[in-house]
């Protein structure tokens, strides 16, 4: 029973940061349609009208790129990673106290 609930967790947080991550680029790619083009011609270029496999993704250094900078740029998780301050901080006339999530 804890099996199935930890595998149903594992799925659905797999299938929402994909989907999530999926989104992002589609928007940015809808936004920026020369890197889209240029996206497009990499395909195109690779695949030759094929469905892709495991072998194509070294030979799409520009889909990497993509993908990567999608996941730098957006935030999948809404909450993300905590971070706190690992030592008092001044920043311009604003005082951070050690441990403080920011």
């Keep these: 029973e804890n099996l199935n609930a930890v ?5 659905i947080a797999g299938v929402e940061t994909t989907s999530t991550t999926l989104c992002w680029l589609l928007l940015y790619l809808a936004v920026h349609p020369d890197k889209q083009q240029s996206l497009q011609l990499e395909i195109d270029s690779v695949l030759e009208g094929r469905i892709p496999t495991l072998q ?3 030979k799409m250094p520009y889909l990497e790129a993509v ?3 999608t996941m730098r740029k957006s935030s999948v998780l809404p909450m993300g990673v905590f971070h706190s301050t690992m030592q008092d901080t001044t ?5 951070i106290p050690k441990d403080t999530i920011i």
């Excluded at 595998?7 to 799925?11: S, V």
């Excluded at 920043?91 to 005082?95: F, H, K, M, Q, V």
């Design 7 to 11: 595998m149903y967790d594992l799925f």
């Design 56 to 58: 194509d993704k070294p």
């Design 67 to 69: 993908t990567m900078e």
């Design 91 to 95: 920043i311009g006339e604003y005082s």
